[in-house]
């Protein structure tokens, strides 16, 4: 019965994102199958706690969040926010595909702080304010998230 529940809220936090989806992909072969991965396996990890400097099951931040997810996809792939905003291809503020990281300068000095675009201008991260901590979805149009975004990075394909 447990896992029943699991999976029902599982398929209710993901049906929205969902229909960004089709729309949204490049025709590049095996684009679609990985933002999907990359989105399935992030939004599996929702509710995991923050903690500071981890990249494990048992808590994370925003870099090690991605960093978890992206590791044997993006060997190259740094760990620190700062460096993962210079990696990949700048992307255009409104083009935004799922797998795409985004960036936020919430410390005063840039990039510093990553999440994962879901789509639908939804995000994915490690939040760490006193209210909400740990692994949750966002919306880019939230004012804190608006005020502070600095832009999304694409990362290039694995090999």
């Known amino acids: 019965m447990r896992a029943a529940a699991r999976i029902s809220i599982f398929l209710v936090l993901l049906f929205p994102i969902l229909p960004s989806f089709h729309a949204a992909w490049s025709a590049e072969p095996g684009e679609e199958e990985l933002s999907l991965a990359v989105v399935l396996e992030s939004v599996s990890l929702k509710g995991i706690p923050y ?32 460096d993962q905003y210079r990696f990949g291809s700048a992307v255009t503020t409104g083009e935004e595909l799922p797998g795409d990281l985004v960036f936020f300068n919430t410390e005063g000095w ?8 879901l789509g639908d201008r939804r995000f994915i ?3 760490s ?11 880019l149009d939230s004012p804190y998230y ?6 999304a990075r694409r990362l290039p394909p694995a090999g």
């Open 51 to 82: 903690l500071w400097g981890g990249a494990n099951l048992k808590g994370m931040d925003c870099s090690g969040f991605v960093y978890m997810i992206y590791s044997d996809r993006v060997p190259d792939l740094p760990r620190r926010s700062i």
């Open 110 to 117: 840039t990039a510093s702080h990553v999440g994962i675009y």
């Open 125 to 127: 991260h490690a939040a």
């Open 129 to 139: 304010g006193e209210n909400r901590q740990g692994i949750i979805i966002s919306s």
């Open 146 to 151: 608006r005020d502070r975004y600095l832009g």
